[in-house]
C-alpha cells in the first residue's frame, strides 16, 4: 500500500511531490503537515480528511484543498485510490486559506492529473500547468461536506470518541465530565465555537460517517442499526433531513461522484 502522506518522501518516479494511493481496506495516515499546499484528487471510492478544525468527506470526482502548515490526517473507507499532489510554496499565496472540497472542472483535474506526470526537469510545463490550476480554482464551487470541531482542545479530544464510532446514543453529560465542564457550560461553549447544538451536530456526524459506509457498500438497515437508531426508517428521516434524499436516491442521483450501491 502506497502512503498517500508522504508526499515529497516517497512520491512517484516521474515527480518527487506527487504521489498515488491505493488503499484496499479502511486506514487512517497520521496527522501531519506540509510547506505547500496539498491537494487531493480521489479516483474511487472516499476519503476522509481530519483538521483541527473539521472533517470533510471527500468523494470521487472531487478535489480536496490543504492549505499550507495545515496539520491534517486521512482515512478512506473500502477501496480507495487516488492522488495527492504538493503545491509549491509560492504558488499558494492566492488561494484559499482554509480546507475545502471543490467540485473542480475537468480542466483543473485534468491539470493537477497531468502534473502527477511530469518529469521534475518539465519545468516550464510546471508552471503552466499550475497557472490554469489557480485560474480554475478561484472558479470552484466548494463543496458543503464539512463537519465542524470545537477548537479548545479538551473539547474536541471529549468529541473524538464521537467521530470514531458515532451513534445517536453518545451521552452529551460523559462527554462534558471528559471535559472537565459541567453540561450548560458544554453545551454552550460547543454552540460557540462549532455554530450547531450538540444534537446537531452529533447527526451531521452520523450523516456524514453513513455516507461514507453506504457509498463504500454496506448496507443500510447495517449502518442503522450500527449508529444506534430503533428503526430504518427513523435513520433515513435524519439522512434526508442532511442531505435531501433518502440514501439509497442520494447515490444514484451522484453516481458520477459516489460508488454505486443497490437500491434500499
Known sequence: MTNPAAGSRAGSTRMRNTNRFERAASSEEGWHAHAGGQFILVETGL????????????PTHRVGWVPPGVRHAARSSGLTKGWVVLAPVEFVRNLPKQVCVLRASSLMIASLERLTRLAAEDSDMHRLLWKVVAAEM??????????????????????????????IGADLNRLAERAG??????????????GLSFARWRRAVIAHHALERIAA???????????????????????????GASPGQFLREHADEYRDIPST
Not at 51 to 58: D, M, S, Y
Open 47 to 58: 476519503s476522509h480528511l481530519l483538521t483541527e478544525a473539521g472533517t470533510w468527506i471527500i
Open 138 to 167: 478561484r472558479e470552484a464551487r466548494p463543496e458543503k461536506l464539512e463537519v465542524p470541531m470545537p477548537s479548545a482542545p479538551r473539547m474536541r479530544k471529549a468529541v473524538q470518541a464521537v467521530l470514531d464510532a458515532p451513534t
Open 181 to 194: 465542564m459541567s453540561r450548560r457550560s458544554f453545551t454552550r461553549h460547543f454552540h460557540t465555537e462549532t
Open 217 to 243: 457498500g454496506h448496507d443500510v438497515s447495517t449502518v442503522a442499526f450500527d449508529a444506534g437508531y430503533e428503526s430504518v426508517s427513523a435513520f433515513i428521516a435524519m439522512f434526508r433531513r442532511k442531505y
